[in-house]
Structure formats: structure tokens, C-alpha cells
């Protein structure tokens, strides 16, 4: 990664509630000065694997 990311999550969340309670415990636990946030509605692939 390059330009203003740091890191990047990508977290599992079984509705968008349990997502607001992993992101309020995240920025309660370390000191960030930015956070956004991007949502998949529906998953497509679910695999990495190249074909050879």
C-alpha cells in the first residue's frame, strides 16, 4: 500500500451493529487521527487462489 493508508482492515461483521461495536472499540484502544470506512453489500468471490 502506498499514499495515506497506514493500515488496512478488513473485518467480518455480522450486521452493521456488531460493526459499531468493533469500531468503537478500536478507536477507545489506540490513538487515531483518521478512520474511514467502505461496505460490501454482497460478496462475489471468496477466493484468492490464481489459476495456473
Known amino acids: ?3 495515506e493508508v497506514d493500515y ?3 473485518i467480518v461483521c455480522a450486521d452493521i451493529a456488531d460493526y ?3 469500531y ?3 478507536i477507545r484502544s489506540a490513538k487515531l487521527s ?3 470506512s467502505s461496505f460490501a453489500m454482497e460478496q462475489i468471490k471468496y477466493t ?3 489459476p495456473l
Request: aromatic share 0%; no cysteine.
Open 48 to 50: 484468492t487462489a490464481l
Open 24 to 26: 468503537r472499540k478500536l
Open 20 to 22: 459499531d461495536r468493533i
Open 34 to 36: 483518521d478512520v474511514s
Open 8 to 10: 488496512l482492515l478488513k
Open 1 to 3: 500500500m502506498s499514499g
